[in-house]
């Protein structure tokens, strides 16, 4: 085997531009089990007659490393073409994996928001999302923050991104931040909002960013999923305590017209407004329940009858009382407060149509 050795070395000594030479060198470090050096040779052959001796020859043995996990001889194969091909995003993609893998992020980072930065269209984030989520568990949220708006750059159509770094946010204590990137999500992707993001969306607007914000959240919300009735309800609450009375009562007329089309439409009402107030203080939850079944009860026996419908109107205006008051007054309601008792409901529609 030496003698190959020496063999193959005299013929590149006396002509170094040998691509057979060294193709042949590799094949035989192959079968001596050096590995690094072979590699080594077949890039040497690749450089010199790449139609001899394609790209691909080192692609299939990074991939053949990597499926028996020798990592570092993957490496080592990309890094060489990456020496011959240093603007392909495939290569820093396929580096930025292996990096991720071994645990070593900064490296995986750089070789993988390069492969974004070449070629945005085409190159998923999903190996970021993972390096960004595993820093936010070590306690390193800044970094995770820092890493999603650095691929924000490059891809800033991307909904899940905004989403997750509104997660991040979140768990930082930032509303603000939250918000606008959720917000962002939505307007890229309606439909990436989990069930609590409908519940708190709207109010943290409203509180964070403004009315206007908060109000084109809930047009285009609203507008989006007409049925989730429980978007249509916070906004008629903020419209209430914006002092816009008319707006806010044609909202829950709405509301009220839309609950009674259908049991089904019922029932998932019911569902929406469980999710809605758990996420309120059990105070509130003790002081609407009594008034929660009455109105439930009052659907299992007719969903269409006019004690039903009433049923809704104090469970409206409690909710409606709970909204944090403006800086600036406004007109008081003139529906009747929760206090006492009253002999039926329809006895509290009559006292509403009244005061009306």
């Not at 001596?32 to 001899?52: E, F, G, M």
């Not at 768990?171 to 939250?178: D, F, M, S, V, W």
């Not at 964070?208 to 914000?213: D, W």
């Not at 419908?309 to 007054?329: D, F, G, N, T």
């Amino acid at each position: 085997m030496s003698l190959a050795l020496h063999a193959y070395h005299r013929s590149i000594q006396s002509e170094s531009e040998n691509a057979s030479a060294y193709y042949k060198l590799g094949q035989w470090l192959d079968r001596s089990n050096k590995l690094s050096a072979a590699t080594r040779a077949y890039a040497r052959a690749i450089w010199l007659d790449r139609d001899a001796y394609p790209f691909s020859i080192l692609f299939d043995r990074a991939l053949n490393f990597q499926k028996i996990n020798k990592f570092e001889l993957s490496i080592e194969c990309y890094r060489e073409l990456l020496k011959m091909l240093p603007q392909s995003s495939r290569i820093h993609y396929n580096l930025g994996q292996l990096y991720q893998e071994r645990g070593d992020d900064r490296s995986a980072i750089l070789h993988l928001l390069t492969a974004i930065q070449l070629n945005p269209d085409n190159i998923s984030p999903r190996l970021l999302y993972k390096i960004a989520d595993r820093k936010a568990q070590q306690g390193s949220l800044k970094i995770a923050v820092s890493l999603l708006e650095k691929l924000l750059q490059y891809q800033p159509n991307r909904a899940t991104t905004h989403y997750n770094l509104g997660l991040f946010h979140h768990k930082i204590g930032n509303r603000q931040a939250e918000t606008r990137s959720k917000l962002q999500a939505f307007a890229l992707k309606p439909e990436i909002l989990r069930d609590r993001d409908w519940i708190q969306l709207g109010i943290h607007a409203y509180h964070h960013l403004g009315a206007t914000v908060a109000r084109q959240f809930y047009k285009t919300a609203i507008d989006r999923f007409p049925d989730k009735l429980h978007l249509q309800i916070e906004y008629g609450m903020m419209l209430n305590a914006l002092g816009e009375r008319n707006r806010s009562q044609a909202v829950f007329k709405n509301v009220r017209e839309r609950l009674y089309e259908s049991v089904q439409n019922n029932i998932e009402f019911v569902r929406a407004f469980d999710r809605w107030y758990r996420s309120r203080s059990q105070k509130v939850i003790d002081e609407i329940s009594q008034l929660r079944q009455t109105f439930l009860n009052e659907i299992a026996v007719d969903p269409h009858s006019t004690e039903a419908q009433v049923a809704l109107l104090p469970i409206l205006h409690q909710y409606e009382a709970q909204l944090v008051p403006p800086k600036r007054p406004v007109k008081t309601s003139k529906i009747p407060p929760l206090t006492g008792m009253w002999t039926s409901t329809r006895d509290y529609l009559n006292t509403i149509d009244r005061s009306s």
